[in-house]
């Protein structure tokens, strides 16, 4: 392919070279679950390791100090690759469901009464969804949902029928990690902004895949993990402008996040966004996480979106061509991910049988059960999409499912 040489990527890569059950290559097709891990990221983690361990923003000796750039030199580098105003707007967290929580405590404490409305999509992963529940529980706020089309996409004409007087939050995701469906974040941005609501995005599914721009988007908050983007578990960022985040009160205590502690005359907070960040960060995988941006930098967003949409492109029309086999999900802007049923098949079944032949798929909810009984489901198989798969493993792919669907429809 005249765009990238996949046989380089993949040698960076090595736990592509595993094999499993009866020495078959791994096939890797769960990427939305979690990416791999390039050699270079290893190495920076390790070196991290090796030379520099210390605890941040407190020891003034060289170890400190070195830690301490080495994390805030990540936190530029996340703000450059979302093109955030200010790398203060930038605040890590555990990954995307931390940072989504973390809105939604902070959001609600302060911004909205009992009674107000937040509205979230139907499409959610459960990240998005069980915060606001549980906020719902404890401060009355009210939730309400936008409805998924039979195309896979959000049904726009609700979405701005859901708003009232006391809509105060949208909370959307970007790409739908059970559907692939890519959401129409600017548009939605703009009329909840029109209607005066902030909104938060969930970018999870969305930044491993497509340059992000969160001052063209236009967005208030926005959540990804860096396991999604080539980088380590443990570690993802939040990004909120930097008036919501000085406006808004911490969510968790401790040490790092305090200009002043007394008992007498009160606390008083850091500025962001180390008011934000409570304790011990996780400081190696920040360093992995920053080392991942630049191998991602390396090829371009741009060159990984074009190979993964052919990719995509290349097992839509395979996939199409096999009896009784429904794709879920028919978004005009998709992403690199295919939830697909197979009539006279359950999908666990076809997981377990096609991992036999080397192949890793995704069966079951996807943390989305809202959308998939949406569709009448409770379970999908699902394959999603990285810069190391290739065209040839699409081909075991579907030749392996073809298989597996023979065998357990006897
Ligand atoms: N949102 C979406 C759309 C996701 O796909 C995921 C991960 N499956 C998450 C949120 C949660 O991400 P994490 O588990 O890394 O916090």
Redesign the pocket.
């Known amino acids: 392919h005249p765009i990238l040489d996949v046989d380089h990527v993949r040698q960076e890569f090595p736990i592509l070279g595993r094999r499993l059950h009866d020495n078959r290559p791994l096939v890797y097709l769960d990427n939305?679950?979690?990416t791999q891990t390039p050699q270079t990221v290893l190495d920076a983690m390790d070196d991290y390791y090796h030379r520099m361990n210390a605890n941040i923003h407190r020891g003034i000796h060289s170890l400190a100090e070195e830690a301490t750039q080495a994390f805030e030199n990540a936190r530029k580098h996340v703000q450059r690759f979302l093109n955030a105003a200010d790398s203060r707007e930038i605040v890590f967290t555990?990954?995307?469901?931390?940072?989504?929580n973390l809105v939604a405590n902070v959001f609600v404490r302060s911004e909205m009464r009992p009674g107000d409305e937040v509205i979230v999509s139907e499409m959610?992963?459960?990240?998005?969804i069980v915060p606001w529940q549980l906020l719902a529980d404890t401060h009355g706020i009210v939730i309400r949902v936008i409805p998924v089309t039979e195309q896979g996409e959000l049904d726009m004409a609700a979405y701005r029928a859901l708003f009232s007087e006391r809509t105060k939050l949208v909370a959307v995701?970007?790409?739908?990690?059970?559907l692939g469906t890519i959401n129409p974040v600017a548009e939605l941005a703009r009329i909840a902004h029109e209607r005066g609501a902030a909104i938060v995005v969930?970018?999870?599914?969305a930044a491993p895949h497509q340059p992000v721009d969160v001052q063209a988007l236009d967005v208030d908050f926005y959540?990804?993990?860096a396991?999604?983007v080539y980088g380590p578990?443990g570690i993802?960022a939040l990004y909120g402008r930097l008036d919501w985040l000085e406006q808004l009160p911490p969510w968790q205590g401790g040490g790092e996040m305090i200009k002043r502690v007394s008992f007498d005359r009160g606390t008083t907070f850091a500025d962001p966004p180390h008011k934000f960040e409570a304790g011990t960060p996780a400081i190696a995988e920040a360093i992995g996480f920053d080392r991942a941006l630049q191998w991602v930098e390396r090829y371009g967003l741009d060159v990984i979106s074009d190979w993964e949409q052919h990719l995509l492109l290349n097992a839509t029309e395979q996939l199409q061509t096999i009896d009784g086999l429904r794709i879920i999900g028919n978004a005009e802007h998709k992403a690199g991910v295919i939830s697909f049923v197979v009539d006279g098949a359950h999908a666990q079944d076809i997981g377990l049988l096609i991992d036999q032949l080397g192949v890793a798929i995704r069966t079951g909810h996807?943390?989305?059960q809202p959308v998939l009984r949406r569709f009448g489901l409770e379970a999908t198989c699902r394959a999603s999409f990285a810069l190391y798969n290739t065209p040839a493993e699409i081909d075991t792919f579907v030749s392996a499912l073809r298989r597996v669907i023979d065998m357990v429809r006897g």
């Open positions: 939305a679950a979690t555990r990954g995307a469901t931390e940072s989504l959610e992963h459960h990240a998005n995701t970007h790409v739908s990690n059970a969930d970018g999870a599914q959540a990804f993990s396991h999604k578990t993802g996807h943390c989305a």
